[in-house]
């Protein structure tokens, strides 16, 4: 099994900033794709940004020009670098990624998601 850890959420004002990192662990062989998903309440889970393991990357475009996403392969992890907050931005933000676990000979398809951490920005 692959565990997603995220890390960095918290409170903030509006205009400020905050980086978020989620952690990949277990027997991975590869990860391809990573992503960060917001979900708000009473709203559904909505992509936020996505990164390939080649670096390509993709915005909603409510935070382009805003949010940055980047990843450490040789550390599984990827970060979300969070500018210009605003009110809207509070949501549970979770990280997802899909990949290979095991080794060359017993390669599986895995796709994880993190427990979850809560971004808040007053205005």
């Known amino acids: 099994q692959v565990q997603l850890v995220e890390s960095g959420g918290g409170l903030v004002q509006a205009g400020g900033s905050l980086r978020l990192s989620c952690a990949a662990s277990g027997t991975i062989f590869s990860i391809s794709a990573m992503e960060w998903y917001r979900q708000a309440p009473g709203k559904q889970r909505e992509l936020v940004a996505a990164?390939?393991?080649?670096?390509?990357?993709n915005y909603a475009d409510s935070v382009k020009g805003r949010f940055t996403i980047s990843r450490d392969n040789a550390k599984n992890t990827v970060y979300l670098q969070m500018n210009s907050l605003k009110p809207e931005d509070t949501a549970v933000y979770y990280c997802?990624?899909?990949?290979?676990?095991?080794?060359?000979?017993?390669?599986?398809?895995?796709?994880?998601w993190g427990q979850g951490t809560q971004v808040t920005v007053s205005s």
């Open positions: 997802n990624a899909d990949g290979l676990l095991g080794t060359i000979k017993t390669m599986i398809p895995f796709r994880s």
């Open positions: 990164i390939t393991s080649g670096g390509n990357t």
